[in-house]
Each structure stands twice: as C-alpha cells, then as structure tokens.
C-alpha cells in the first residue's frame, strides 16, 4: 500500500496529461443547425447578438433572424398565446444570440441525437441576476407549455399550443426563475446563484466595453478550476521525481 502522501501527490497534480484535451473544449463551436464550424470575427452582427462580434459561432445572417418572429432558424412563434411583449421577448432574443454566437460553450456540449441537431448544451450555469431579471420581465407573458423544445402541433408549419393545453401567465406555467431558465429548453440552462462578474456563471448580458466575460468562464469549467498560475515543470520532469518515490513504495 502506497504511503498516503504519495497518493495525495498523484491527486493533487491538476490533470497535466489531461489539460490538452480540454483545451479543445475552449473556443468552439457546437455542431447544430446553424452553426459554423469555427468560431471567427463577425465585421458586423446585428442588434443585441453585436456583443459576440469579435468571435462567434454565427453569420451576419443568422444574428439578423434571430431577432425575427418566426424566423428561417427554426420557424419557432414567440407569440403562441398572443403577443409576448417586447421587454420579454428581448430575453429570448439574447437566449437565441448566446445560443447560435458563443465559442465559449464548449464545457457543456453533449451529443444530441435528434434529426435537425447533432449536438446540444446541458446545464450551462446562467448568472443569477440574468435569469431573474429574464423572469421579471416575462410576468405578462402567457404560454402553454413548460418545455419549448417538445411536443408542440407544427402541422402548420410553426409551433400551435397542443390541443387541450391553456395559455397561462408564466407565474402559473413555470413557477419560478430557476424553472423557467431551466425548463423552457430541456436543461439547457442550469439555475446558479453566481453573481454576474463572478467568473463562475455564464452572463447572457455584458457591457461590451468590458469583453466577453464568458471566456474566462469557460476556461474556469473547462481546465478544472485550475487558476492561471506559474508553469508547471513537464511531464517527464515529474516522473522523474514520481519514480524514486513509487520504487521506494512497490
Ligand atoms: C438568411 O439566409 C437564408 C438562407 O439562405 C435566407 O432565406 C434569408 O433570407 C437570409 N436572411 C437575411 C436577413 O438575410
Ligand atoms: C394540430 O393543429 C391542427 C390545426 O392547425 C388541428 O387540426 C389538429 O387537430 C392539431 N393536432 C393536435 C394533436 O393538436
């Protein structure tokens, strides 16, 4: 049996043969419907997906539609229980920009097997404040339905309240913040208390003069929390101080 500060050696060397591979989760783009491949600078994307214009995930094309009703991106109708006001609907503009623009999703990528995506996001940690302030905002708005992504009639060619469903105030459908953030897309979204500007949540919202905030965030999730630090000594380097110690041992 190894002495246990032998062990507490090997725990405690943060993930050197590992850091390689997560670095690919850092700058990505997930391979979905409108995706592109890799993320890159956007001369110009429009409206409130701007903030992601220095690199992103989307076109021009695909900023523009993503303030669109029933856009070419998934014919999706905000307005499925009459007319969501424009101070919600700007939460569901954002949710779609973060969506279809962020490189910086990589941590919470998953395979999704569905016919019109080949990958997701599950449990991305929303700041708090940009989750409340997304529920504040939508107290007037009606819907019929809990999760957005499933089970609604598109036999018109966009998404109708399935039959004996009820359109009621998102108090009534969802209840809370954290279960509209976390339900309205299957778990895209996980609820977090993180603060905005905490580096531990990702921000849908940030002032532009200031960078993307999610980057670093990103980065937190993605190498294991490790903090930027002095470089460590290369591998071989360490097993050359590991060998002794395990001969000594076995
Ligand atoms: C975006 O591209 C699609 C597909 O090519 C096209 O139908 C649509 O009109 C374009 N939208 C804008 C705003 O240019
Ligand atoms: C879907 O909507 C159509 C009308 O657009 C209706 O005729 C049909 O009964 C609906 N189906 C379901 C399952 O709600």
């Keep these: 049996m190894a002495a246990p500060w032998v062990l507490v050696l090997l725990v405690a060397w943060p993930g050197a043969p590992g850091a390689a591979a997560q670095e690919s989760l850092l700058n990505v783009c997930m391979d979905a419907k409108h995706h592109k491949t890799e993320p890159g600078p956007e001369g110009e994307l429009f409206g409130q997906c701007s903030l992601w214009k220095d690199n992103a995930c989307c076109t021009a094309n695909t900023s523009v539609e993503a303030h669109l009703d029933q856009s070419y991106l998934y014919?999706?109708?905000?307005?499925?229980?009459?007319?969501?006001?424009?101070?919600?609907?700007?939460?569901?503009?954002?949710?779609?920009?973060?969506?279809?623009?962020?490189?910086?999703?990589?941590?919470?990528?998953?395979?999704?097997?569905?016919?019109?995506?080949?990958?997701?996001?599950?449990?991305?940690?929303?700041?708090?404040?940009?989750?409340?302030?997304?529920?504040?905002?939508?107290?007037?708005?009606?819907?019929?339905?809990?999760?957005?992504?499933?089970?609604?009639?598109?036999?018109?060619?966009?998404?109708?309240?399935?039959?004996?469903s009820q359109c009621r105030r998102f108090a009534a459908v969802f209840g809370s913040a954290a279960a509209l953030c976390e339900q309205v897309w299957s778990h895209s979204y996980r609820y977090t208390e993180y603060e905005r500007g905490s580096g531990r949540c990702i921000q849908l919202w940030w002032d532009p003069a200031e960078g993307n905030p999610n980057v670093a965030v990103a980065r937190f999730y993605a190498l294991g929390a490790a903090p930027p630090g002095p470089p460590r000594p290369p591998v071989p380097a360490l097993l050359g101080l590991l060998l002794p110690v395990l001969r000594g041992v076995l």
Excluded at 88 to 101: G, N, P, S, V
Excluded at 118 to 145: A, G, I, M, S, Y
């Design 75 to 164: 014919s999706f109708n905000w307005d499925h229980c009459g007319v969501m006001p424009a101070k919600c609907k700007r939460h569901f503009i954002q949710d779609t920009c973060l969506y279809e623009c962020s490189p910086n999703l990589g941590p919470w990528i998953e395979e999704a097997d569905t016919s019109w995506r080949r990958q997701r996001v599950l449990h991305v940690p929303l700041c708090r404040e940009d989750c409340e302030q997304w529920w504040e905002d939508c107290q007037d708005t009606f819907t019929c339905k809990v999760n957005w992504h499933k089970g609604w009639n598109w036999t018109s060619g966009t998404n109708r309240c399935p039959q004996g």
